[in-house]
């Protein structure tokens, strides 16, 4: 992999483009050698089974091409522009209303993304959405709540200027086309009460 181009980096994964992106769960020399395998490969397991679940539905996202099972992960790239960097010079209440109703399918799927910001959003003919390292399947109308509260801190610190309408609009088009949409918002507003409290403690 040295001579692929690296393209992003994080606290557990590096991504390369070569003319695919591959995905690279780096070793951690502060875990136990057995556990840290064993982490890795869960880890890469379950976002393989995601991506499989994508291209089930048909849901704009990278396609798995292939994976070792252990700490690799080779998926097609899609080339476009991110959300976070075009979001305001574009119709941004109807993007984010895009971005809801999409949203809405990932939970009437069971798949909770785990980390809704603009930069995990990339806009070609579509909004494609990418990174589901955090991703997990959930029922539970907490971990929805918890996914449009991500979204609301993202869109919040990015876009602080256009943030309100923005994540009206991805709401409202959420609640259109979630199967549970009253139910989550009503729990959104529960999880956020919680997050302003833990904030006055602090």
Request: a positive charge.
């Amino acid at each position: 992999m040295l001579n692929k181009k690296i393209i992003g980096s994080g606290a557990e994964a590096v991504i390369y483009l070569d003319d695919n992106v591959i995905k690279d769960r780096i070793k951690k020399s502060y875990r136990i050698k057995e556990i840290d395998e064993r982490l890795r490969k869960s880890r890469i397991r379950r976002e393989a089974k995601i991506f499989d679940k994508l291209a089930a539905i048909g849901f704009p996202a990278p396609r798995l091409i292939k994976s070792d099972g252990k700490e690799i992960l080779e998926m097609g790239f899609i080339k476009g522009y991110k959300v976070r960097d075009i979001l305001e010079k574009k119709d941004y209440v109807a993007l984010c209303g895009e971005v809801g109703r999409k949203i809405a399918v990932l939970h009437n799927n069971t798949i909770i993304h785990g980390d809704l910001t603009t930069s995990n959003m990339i806009l070609k003919d579509e909004v494609y959405f990418i990174d589901f390292g955090l991703s997990f399947f959930s029922h539970k109308i907490e971990d929805m709540a918890v996914d449009l509260h991500l979204l609301k801190q993202a869109l919040e610190s990015k876009h602080y200027t256009i943030w309100e309408e923005c994540f009206k609009a991805a709401l409202d088009a959420y609640r259109k086309e979630s199967k549970d949409g009253e139910l989550v918002l009503k729990r959104l507003d529960v999880v956020e009460k919680r997050g302003r409290y833990k904030g006055k403690r602090k």
